[in-house]
């Protein structure tokens, strides 16, 4: 009897210690101003929170540990700097990373980029193609070459109250993702390319109570064929400023969109409500071709669009280009607040109910020759007083899948 | 029977060493960038805007070319190259120019006694609008010209659109990858720091492909002719093509 308890013992302290997994719990990790970032990430465990002290650090780090939150001290002091020579302040690829309360600036690619499909030189790994729960947040992107903060092949996420200035292309850049699931909220993007930009981003994609203003133009939707999953459609567009896009002191990489608050270029099953587009000097909200793409299913209700596209263009158009007339393809126009459209009475001949397929015809944007662009390298870096996040200390949870927020108290945002 | 033994013995391990090296498995080339290459070839373009002003030298990669060189230097800041071409392998310019976009400002070796049998004062350039078509000079300059661009490539779709490293490669004694677009014709050598130092090319109006190569910082300033020494084509296009190089 006794031979058997001890033997009992035995047995039960040896599975118990051969199943036993070792979990750590998320720990806080310190990084001082000026140590590698990318050294404390490679000792971290998943699911540990990397403070960043007050200070300057390198960029060009690499994140394949899922779920840590990197998170600076001091949003505006807690500065990655590129010093325009290292190409990202952060690729991250890895699921349910988050990036919060820090700058990054003057980088010759991006910001920060979630990139699904990622592929590691020394480790000889891939990521999978589409990467899973990103969140930034309190982030400032300044000064980088392309984008911001980029999303690629990446879905649920959240990027929001960030500020984002001087960067090439966009502030910030959704690629890629059908369905991106994913909300963009609380922004602020301004003196970029563009403010928001979305390539074949489609479905589970809000876009909502940002500030997209003095841009060279502000939100631009598009199917194209340099990047898959085209074409781009499904996405929500509400509550937003998108006004004074015509700013020639702002860097770009494609010139010719100046002067647009809203574009939708070959998108389809866009929804663009309530959004306050002014003083675009082109065009308030317009919807467009983009190559071979041609724009379906469209509604844009509720918007208020005025003072803008003079003497050059339209609070509203509907346009393809080297063609006089358009026909509906479903796309309609209903309750917005406007006083100049590219169609004669576009509310009336395409109502968002009953419309007739048309053709109706468009009138043209009178040529407007768009101002040259500094190199975003030329534009000096400011020292911001941007609001940092609240409780920098607390080791947050995993990051969650995204569910569709109710946007239906969402009204038509006031002018700055 | 013990010299058999050992030299069975020693055939068995030179059989094993040669399969060995036979199985060992080399990089196939060319392959799709990676995402560290696509980086590198995503701002060479831009790169080319923050230097100074380089030295460069075409030569033809083929025997039918094996007279033709042409040396130079070019601005991408200011979008100006100087550029000089021989012909028949004398060493001699045969061909001189400075242009820009636009306009080229040419001399040839004669031009100016030319000048002088056609009661002109003798000035240093003739100046004409650049037609890559006809003038291989202008093929040259515009494709160099060309190699620079204000923005860097998204490296991410450079590598999804299946952009290739075509392997390794010294020029003028720099190791340096080589890169090409898919499809595309033009191979370009870079370090790793996106400095571009080479580049091979089928230009329009050539049938042979050509190699450029770049090098350090000349301290070199292009600048257009002044005005005063620089006759239009028009002032002299009833004699300047006779003795002009065709090129």
Redesign the interface.
Known sequence: MKKIFIISVCLIFVISCSSEKKVSLPKRISVKAGASIQKAIDKASPGDLIILETGTYNGDVVVSTNDLTIRGKDRNNTIIDGKYKQ??GFIIAANGVRIENLTVQKF??NGILF?GG????TTNTSTPDVLDRYKVQYVNALNN??YGIYA?SSKNGVIANTYTKAN??AGIYI?QCKPCNALVTGNIAEDNGLGFQGANASKELYIFTNNFSNNRAGIHLLSET???KSPQEGVVVKGNLASKNNNDSAP??TPDLYGFGIVIAGGNDNIVENNRTEENIQVGIALVENNAFLPSNNSFKGNFSRNNGSPFGFDLAYLISGRPDVMSLGNCFENNSYSSSSIDKIQTVLPCTGAAPGPFKSQPLKNFKVPD?P?YDSISVETLKQENIKKINSIPGKLKKISKPDLSQIGVPSAE | MQNKKVSFIFLIIVLITLFGCSTQKSEKLPRNV???QA?IF??IL?NN?SRETTKFQVTALSTKGANFASEGYVNWKNGLVSNSVSLNGSGRADLNAISNKDLVYENYFGLDTLMKKNNLTPKKWVSRTIDKSIYGIDSISQFILSLVS???E????LK??GAQYLGQRKINGDVTSMFRKKGGDIVYYTKNDSTLLGVRVTLKGFTTPMLITFSSSANITIEVPNENDVYSIDDVSKFYFQNRPKF
């Open positions: 190409d990202n010759r690619t990139q990622y592929e590691s030189d070459g392309l690629f090439a292309d690629g340099k990047e898959t770009t990489t662009a190199s | 990676n995402s560290k980086q995503s701002q831009r805007l204000t923005t860097a998204n490296p991410l779709l999804q659109d």
